[in-house]
C-alpha cells in the first residue's frame, strides 16, 4: 500500500501555539496603548448630548415630536468623551420651560451656560446649531357644534332633507392643544355612515376622531342624537294648455297644433293638492326674443311643493302677419 504524504500547507502545532502568543501580545499591547490613550486630556469631538423637556403636562402638549439631543462640541478626558459618545451612563440634560406655548424656539446660546455646568468635568466648546425648535401647545376645552359631514351619507333619488338638522346635545365638548382644535374652525363632523335615506331619521350616532387626531384630542362625550326630516318627491309629468297674453292680431305661432309638456318632481305629502290645480303655458308676448322671434313658456301656477319642472319645447317661435 502507497504511503501517503502529509501537505506541506499544514501548520505545526508548535508554529500555531507560537503564532496564538503573538496575537495575544499584539492584542494586549493595543489594549495597553488604548487604555493610556484614553487616560489623556484635551480631546475634543462633537456627540449628540440627549435631553429632556421639563414642563407641566396637564397644562402642555406637543403637536410635533420634541428632539430628543443636541449636537455639542466637546474636549476633555478620554473615557468621558467616550461615555458621552455612546451615551454610556449619561444623565439627559434638563430644559424646563415655564411656558412653552410663547414660542416655538429657544437660542442655544442661552443654554451654553448652565450646559457648560452641567457637562462638568468635561468642557464645552460650543452648540452646533443656533435654535433648537419645537411645538408645544397649551391644552384648552372648547365647545364645538356639530355638524352632519355630507360625504358620511346618501340620500334616495328625488330625497331631500327639509329643515334643519336636529343635535342633542347640542354642541360637543373636546379637549386639546390649541392649533388642533382650531383646525376643527367651530365646528365637529358627525359621522352618519348610512345610504340611501328615504324616510325621517332619528338615532344615537357613535361620534368619531379622525385618525391623525385621536392621539391629540379627547371626546366629553362618546354619543349624540340626530334628527331631520326627509322628503321625498315623486316623477311626474302633464300636457299644458297654452295661454295667450298681449299678442296683436297679426301674430300667430308658427305651430299652433304644439301642445307643450311640463315635466316636475311634487312632494308625496301634496300629491292630492296637485291634482286639483290646473297649469297652463303662458306666452307673454311682451317678453318675446326680439333677434329670433322667439317665446319662452313660462308655467303657471308654481307652487313651492313641486320642482325641477321643465318645459319640452322650452321656447315657441312666433310667426308675424301681413
Do not use: H
Request: aromatic fraction near 10%; glycine fraction near 2%.
Amino acid at each position: 500500500m502507497p504511503d501517503t504524504k502529509k501537505s506541506s500547507r499544514r501548520i505545526s502545532s508548535r508554529k500555531l501555539s507560537n503564532l496564538k502568543v503573538v496575537v495575544l501580545c499584539i492584542l494586549a499591547a493595543t489594549t495597553f496603548w488604548i487604555l493610556n490613550a484614553l487616560n489623556k486630556d484635551n480631546y475634543t469631538t462633537i456627540v449628540d448630548y440627549p435631553i429632556a423637556w421639563e414642563y407641566d403636562t396637564e397644562r402642555f402638549f406637543p403637536v410635533k415630536p420634541l428632539p430628543k439631543s443636541i449636537q455639542i462640541q466637546i474636549t476633555g478626558n478620554g473615557w468621558d468623551l467616550l461615555r458621552k459618545y455612546f451615551n454610556l451612563n449619561e444623565p439627559p440634560y434638563p430644559i424646563p420651560l415655564a411656558n412653552p406655548a410663547e414660542k416655538n424656539f429657544l437660542l442655544t446660546s442661552d443654554l451654553k451656560r448652565s450646559l457648560g455646568e452641567f457637562l462638568t468635568p468635561t468642557q464645552l466648546i460650543g452648540l452646533l446649531e443656533d435654535s433648537i425648535s419645537y411645538q408645544i401647545d397649551r391644552i384648552e376645552t372648547i365647545a364645538l357644534i356639530p355638524k352632519l359631514d355630507s360625504a358620511s351619507y346618501t340620500l334616495a333619488k328625488n330625497a331631500i332633507i327639509e329643515g334643519d338638522i336636529s343635535f342633542e346635545p347640542q354642541s360637543i365638548t373636546v379637549k386639546g392643544p390649541s392649533s388642533v382644535l382650531a383646525l376643527y374652525e367651530g365646528f365637529f363632523p358627525v359621522q352618519l355612515d348610512r345610504r340611501n335615506l328615504d324616510e325621517n331619521f332619528s338615532q344615537v350616532v357613535e361620534l368619531s376622531l379622525e385618525k391623525s387626531l385621536a392621539e391629540f384630542v379627547e371626546l366629553k362625550i362618546q354619543e349624540i342624537q340626530v334628527s331631520f326630516v326627509v322628503v321625498n318627491f315623486l316623477e311626474g309629468n302633464k300636457r299644458l294648455k297654452i295661454k295667450k297674453i298681449n299678442f296683436p292680431r297679426t301674430v300667430s305661432l308658427q305651430d299652433e297644433e304644439i301642445t307643450p309638456v311640463m315635466t316636475y318632481l311634487v312632494d308625496e305629502r301634496f300629491v292630492d293638492e296637485l291634482k286639483e290645480l290646473e297649469f297652463e303655458a303662458i306666452l307673454d308676448y311682451s317678453k318675446r326674443n326680439r333677434s329670433d322671434s322667439t317665446l319662452d313658456i313660462q308655467v303657471s301656477p308654481s307652487p313651492k311643493f313641486i320642482k325641477e319642472i321643465k318645459v319640452n319645447p322650452e321656447q315657441i317661435r312666433l310667426k308675424y302677419g301681413q
